[in-house]
């Protein structure tokens, strides 16, 4: 069975800072997607970014980026110029990549790290 | 915001009472999970559904039962409720298809006491 884990209950960062959430995975497949998902408080799950497992370019979008490293089966998210906004919940997410088995869309989450902003 | 909705938003029930909560999928998508997410913990999946047949089931027990309309709407069920059933639930939906994205309604927030 596939397992998530975020060794960071809780991480600060000063606005405009950057800050790295970490996260391990462990699987027996080769080929599968990782995600960052972002949940404020009160508020919806939102995906931040994902990485396919297949690809070796560490996927960016605007301020997000992550560093995934396969061999080591780690997949931290680096957010850069941290903005108020970004404070929440954020969750390390595992999907395996085979289209058409059962539990296709099954996430396997880890625990979350409560990201704080200060101004 | 999503495209997904879910009701209701908060429920108070008792322990030993049935639960029905439903999910509306965002327009196009024809797959549905269900999750539960305790507080201050990850979700955790309880099943998926594709085209109305349950297409995979985590470890929850048959009282956590589900169903998937025609127009892609998605009921959870949940029987014999227990103190600990007490949590977030989250439905995602998607369209089948490799690297899909999922996406989330805001949560039914049911408290058993």
């Known amino acids: 069975a596939q397992t998530v884990t975020q060794s960071q209950p809780e991480m600060s960062v000063q606005e405009a800072e950057t800050v790295t959430l970490s996260c391990t995975y462990d699987?027996?497949?080769?080929?599968?997607?990782l995600f960052w998902y972002k949940q404020p408080p009160s508020r919806q799950m939102i995906l931040v970014i994902r990485?396919?497992?297949?690809?070796?370019q560490n996927a960016t979008e605007n301020r997000f980026s992550v560093n995934f490293q396969k061999a080591a089966k780690s997949f931290s998210l680096k957010i850069s110029d941290s903005q108020l906004g970004d404070a929440a919940m954020y969750f390390c997410a595992y999907r395996r990549s085979n289209a058409g088995g059962t539990s296709y869309g099954k996430l396997t989450f880890g625990q979350g790290t409560i990201l704080t902003v200060h101004p | 915001e999503t495209g997904v909705t879910q009701s209701p938003t908060h429920l108070i029930k008792t322990r030993g009472q049935q639960v029905t909560l439903r999910c509306s999928s965002q327009?196009?998508?024809?797959?549905v999970s269900w999750y539960q997410q305790a507080l201050g913990q990850g979700p955790q999946f309880i099943f998926q559904y594709y085209r109305e047949e349950e297409n995979g089931r985590g470890n929850f027990p048959p009282r956590f039962s589900g169903l998937q309309f025609p127009n892609y709407s998605s009921e959870l069920n949940v029987n014999a409720l227990e103190l600990d059933d007490s949590a977030l639930y989250l439905c995602a939906s998607s369209f089948l298809g490799q690297g899909n994205e999922q996406f989330f309604g805001p949560g039914t927030r049911l408290t058993v006491l």
């Open positions: 699987t027996s497949e080769s080929d599968y997607y």
């Open positions: 990485q396919e497992a297949y690809k070796q």
């Open positions: 327009s196009g998508h024809n797959t």
